[in-house]
């Protein structure tokens, strides 16, 4: 692996910056760009807008914005740098969305692929629960539940009621029989062969 200059002079400015103002580039014999994140980014810029202009097509005003931030094209929203997660290759060094948008864009993904429903048909099936995890009836149901074997929504629970219907392994007689448990039925099994229990009727 090769060590990274303790400086490196940019092809475009001139200047000799520290190594994180460049981006990585492993094709190279340092193993960073030519040209500092600053000069791609703005030479990039300009070289997009003149490509649009000469197609004929819009060209997006550039926003204003102040140094140590970044404008989030899917929130529209100007943000500081903390407020992104970072990326060497990019030519800022910062990802294309900032958290906030990456983290909404994530549950969406995970309810589409795991479940297949989209947030608005998990916050219209809360809603038909009243708001409520539809086991407990009082807490906050924040887990969609499913049938494990034929995937199908049964509905949203809170945290404790999902990790219960886990530990029984959605086994509806064993839950049955924790119900009559809890209410002072505990069935007294009769062994009837090694190993092989029977239930009282």
């Excluded at 931030?69 to 030519?91: F, Q």
């Excluded at 990456?102 to 993904?109: E, K, M, N, P, T």
Aim: glycine share 8%; charged share 25%; proline share 5%.
């Amino acid at each position: 692996m090769v060590a990274e200059p303790s400086a490196k002079r940019c092809g475009k400015c001139g200047r000799g910056l520290p190594p994180d103002a460049f981006a990585r580039d492993k094709n190279r014999r340092d193993g960073l760009q030519v040209h500092c994140r600053e000069c791609v980014a703005r030479y990039s810029a300009a070289h997009y807008r003149r490509r649009r202009e000469a197609m004929g097509k819009a060209v997006r005003e550039r926003a204003d914005v102040p140094p140590g931030h970044k404008l989030c094209r899917t929130c529209g929203e100007v943000k500081p740098h903390s407020d992104w997660h970072r990326n060497a290759t990019a030519s800022d060094g910062l990802a294309t969305r900032c958290k906030t948008c990456r983290a909404i864009q994530g549950r969406q993904g995970h309810l589409k692929r795991q479940y297949g429903i989209t947030e608005t048909e998990r916050d219209e099936l809360i809603a038909s629960q009243g708001g409520v995890c539809c086991i407990c009836l009082a807490a906050v149901p924040a887990h969609v539940d499913h049938c494990h074997e034929t995937g199908r929504v049964r509905g949203v629970l809170c945290f404790s009621c999902n990790a219960a219907l886990g530990q029984f392994k959605d086994q509806p007689e064993a839950i049955r029989r924790a119900a009559a448990y809890v209410e002072g039925n505990a069935w007294k099994p009769t062994l009837v062969a090694p190993g092989v229990y029977q239930l009282p009727s």
